[in-house]
């Protein structure tokens, strides 16, 4: 077996790539390398525990190494190996190398739930580098890195990895609610918007992932160049926040989820820059125009690095002034900023449409999306939804039906965008707050189902943290992880009835019922 990897929906056969490339693109040399890392990271993570207390250097390079190892974030070897060294001379001592790799726990149920804690450890470490680059921080998230990655080295009993995983959903609140707190607090509270997914005239720079620092220095840097910038999949809720407004060369979106990018980068003619993980492998039609920075890397293309805590975006700027304008893909405006101080001010609105009948239920259908044809079932869904339901969204799942016409409810739209995959987190304060409204003791007993598209391990994050909340019967797609034996599934299904997608006739029923 040249590689094994099973963190992402995508995975080959549902069980695992284990040839040479992965589905994503992974090279098996860059596979074994994340391995690798993931490896010595544990160590580091042992070395604290037994020190008896978290040094924050060794936090933050866990933190950022794990966002490094996420589904299409870095396909860089050359950055994989500099990650190594640096966590070999971390740990300065020799370590075991004979487990390297996820088959090196033979137990199927103990490797699932480990995986289940290491791929949501991702997710947070993701999320918590988003804050930590804002200047927000927190001690207990640090602590809980050394905590669980250490977990996974040891003998533990079912219960007390159980115990784990649940933390892990615990701990995904705490660092959504921490990276909303920075978003907020840098950028504002996101508005209701109507975003331009048109094109101008002027040359255009498009930028991508989910970092608003990079997209903050950018749009500074290009302000009165005469260049407009564009967002693109999930940087599209950059346009929601009042920061951002205020900056007129800021045109709209263009295109849509990840997985197009190959198609729509080549059609936006000026240069793109990718600032977190949902790049794809690069094709030459577009290979001297598309720049990385932060975690993510790709053998062949210009990385821009970050230096004294400033990212010189000289060389995109001049480039972007010698390309054509985008070409057009698309006309009109998509509408979103439905993040959750925004509809709290709507609450005594949403409240009487509920108490009214106007709106019977609301559907959560968050997360990721993907190449996988069996999607369309989100886009199905959402169009054979009555007129009385309400979705609330957040992360690229949305890209299924954002475009489609589903009209309003008493001036309310169908279609609630909070933002970004990390934006799940309104998601749950929605819900929460709606619970204390309606005195209920028990968040299962709102009018709320769920529908969830996940990908990769953010969205493992999330539904950590929608476990922990205490929510049940969600529906998970388009199939269930392949990281999960079917021990653990039974256990997912006894607690928690968490269930996968069926046909769109037969869930549609069921959700509306």
């Given at each position: 077996m040249?590689?094994?990897?099973?963190?992402?929906?995508?995975?080959?056969?549902?069980?695992?790539?284990?040839?040479?490339?992965g589905?994503?693109?992974?090279?098996?040399?860059?596979?074994?390398?994340?391995?690798?890392?993931?490896?010595?990271?544990?160590?580091?993570?042992?070395?604290?525990?037994?020190?008896?207390?978290?040094?924050?250097?060794?936090?933050?390079?866990?933190?950022?190494?794990?966002?490094?190892?996420?589904?299409?974030?870095?396909?860089?070897?050359?950055?994989?190996?500099?990650?190594?060294?640096?966590?070999?001379?971390?740990?300065?001592?020799?370590?075991?190398?004979?487990?390297?790799?996820?088959?090196?726990?033979?137990?199927?149920?103990?490797?699932?739930?480990?995986?289940?804690?290491?791929?949501?450890?991702?997710?947070i470490?993701?999320?918590?580098?988003?804050?930590?680059?804002?200047?927000?921080?927190?001690?207990?998230?640090?602590?809980?890195?050394?905590?669980?990655?250490?977990?996974?080295?040891?003998?533990?009993?079912?219960?007390?990895?159980?115990?784990?995983?649940?933390?892990?959903?615990?701990?995904?609140?705490?660092?959504?609610?921490?990276?909303?707190?920075?978003?907020?607090?840098?950028?504002g509270?996101?508005?209701?918007?109507?975003?331009?997914?048109?094109?101008?005239?002027?040359?255009?720079?498009?930028?991508?992932g989910?970092?608003?620092?990079?997209?903050?220095?950018?749009l500074?840097?290009?302000?009165?160049?005469?260049?407009?910038?564009?967002?693109?999949?999930?940087?599209?809720?950059?346009?929601?926040?009042?920061?951002?407004?205020?900056?007129?060369?800021?045109?709209?979106?263009?295109?849509?989820?990840?997985?197009?990018?190959?198609?729509?980068?080549?059609?936006?003619?000026?240069?793109?820059?990718?600032?977190?993980?949902?790049?794809?492998?690069?094709?030459?039609?577009?290979?001297?125009?598309?720049?990385?920075?932060?975690?993510?890397?790709?053998?062949?293309?210009?990385?821009?690095?970050?230096?004294?805590?400033?990212?010189d975006?000289?060389?995109?700027?001049?480039?972007?002034?010698?390309?054509?304008?985008?070409?057009?893909?698309?006309?009109?405006?998509?509408?979103?900023?439905?993040?959750?101080?925004?509809?709290?001010?709507?609450?005594?609105?949403?409240?009487?449409?509920?108490?009214?009948?106007a709106?019977?239920?609301?559907?959560?259908?968050?997360?990721?999306?993907?190449?996988?044809?069996?999607?369309?079932?989100?886009?199905?869904?959402?169009?054979?939804?009555?007129?009385?339901?309400?979705?609330?969204?957040?992360?690229?799942?949305?890209?299924?039906?954002?475009?489609?016409?589903?009209?309003?409810?008493?001036?309310?739209?169908?279609?609630?965008?909070?933002?970004?995959?990390?934006?799940?987190?309104?998601?749950?304060?929605?819900?929460?707050?709606?619970?204390?409204?309606?005195?209920?003791?028990?968040?299962?007993?709102?009018?709320?189902?769920?529908?969830?598209?996940?990908?990769?391990?953010?969205?493992?994050?999330?539904?950590?943290?929608?476990?922990?909340l205490?929510?049940?019967?969600?529906?998970?797609?388009?199939?269930?992880?392949?990281?999960?034996s079917?021990?653990?599934?039974?256990?997912l299904?006894?607690n928690?009835?968490?269930?996968?997608?069926?046909?769109?006739?037969?869930?549609?029923?069921?959700?509306?019922?």
């Open positions: 040249s590689m094994f990897c099973y963190q992402c929906q995508e995975t080959m056969k549902c069980e695992g790539c284990s040839l040479k490339r589905v994503c693109g992974k090279e098996e040399s860059t596979a074994n390398l994340q391995d690798e890392l993931v490896h010595y990271l544990k160590a580091i993570a042992l070395k604290n525990q037994k020190n008896g207390k978290t040094n924050k250097e060794d936090a933050a390079f866990l933190m950022e190494s794990l966002f490094a190892t996420i589904t299409n974030a870095n396909f860089d070897d050359a950055r994989f190996k500099e990650l190594i060294g640096v966590a070999k001379e971390k740990i300065a001592e020799d370590y075991n190398e004979n487990d390297i790799g996820v088959l090196a726990t033979k137990d199927e149920d103990v490797r699932s739930l480990r995986e289940l804690v290491i791929y949501g450890l991702k997710g470490s993701a999320y918590a580098h988003h804050a930590y680059v804002l200047g927000y921080e927190s001690d207990n998230i640090y602590n809980f890195m050394i905590e669980s990655l250490a977990s996974t080295t040891k003998n533990l009993s079912q219960d007390e990895m159980i115990g784990m995983v649940m933390k892990t959903g615990e701990v995904a609140v705490e660092t959504m609610a921490l990276l909303d707190k920075a978003n907020t607090e840098t950028y509270n996101p508005e209701i918007t109507k975003v331009n997914i048109g094109v101008g005239t002027n040359p255009g720079i498009l930028i991508s989910h970092d608003l620092k990079d997209m903050e220095e950018l500074k840097r290009t302000e009165g160049t005469g260049i407009d910038v564009y967002t693109h999949s999930e940087m599209l809720p950059a346009n929601y926040y009042p920061k951002f407004k205020k900056y007129k060369h800021l045109v709209g979106n263009y295109g849509n989820a990840w997985w197009k990018q190959n198609e729509e980068f080549e059609s936006f003619n000026g240069p793109i820059l990718m600032t977190t993980n949902c790049i794809t492998p690069v094709k030459d039609s577009y290979r001297d125009r598309i720049f990385t920075t932060g975690v993510v890397g790709y053998k062949g293309v210009k990385h821009i690095a970050e230096d004294n805590g400033k990212k975006f000289s060389e995109i700027i001049e480039l972007a002034k010698k390309c054509a304008p985008p070409k057009e893909i698309e006309k009109g405006e998509i509408v979103g900023g439905f993040a959750h101080h925004q509809v709290l001010q709507l609450a005594d609105k949403i409240v009487e449409a509920v108490k009214s009948g709106i019977k239920k609301f559907i959560v259908m968050a997360g990721c999306d993907g190449r996988h044809k069996t999607r369309d079932y989100f886009t199905k869904i959402a169009g054979g939804l009555p007129q009385d339901t309400v979705i609330l969204t957040a992360g690229c799942a949305k890209y299924r039906y954002n475009k489609l016409d589903l009209g309003n409810i008493g001036g309310i739209p169908r279609v609630l965008d909070a933002g970004q995959c990390n934006d799940s987190y309104s998601l749950a304060v929605i819900a929460l707050k709606l619970k204390e409204v309606f005195g209920l003791n028990d968040i299962n007993k709102l009018p709320i189902e769920y529908d969830i598209a996940w990908y990769e391990q953010k969205a493992v994050t999330v539904l950590l943290a929608l476990l922990h205490g929510v049940k019967g969600i529906r998970l797609g388009p199939t269930l992880p392949a990281f999960l079917p021990n653990v599934v039974k256990i299904v006894e928690f009835n968490i269930k996968p997608i069926g046909d769109v006739d037969s869930d549609l029923k069921e959700l509306i019922a």
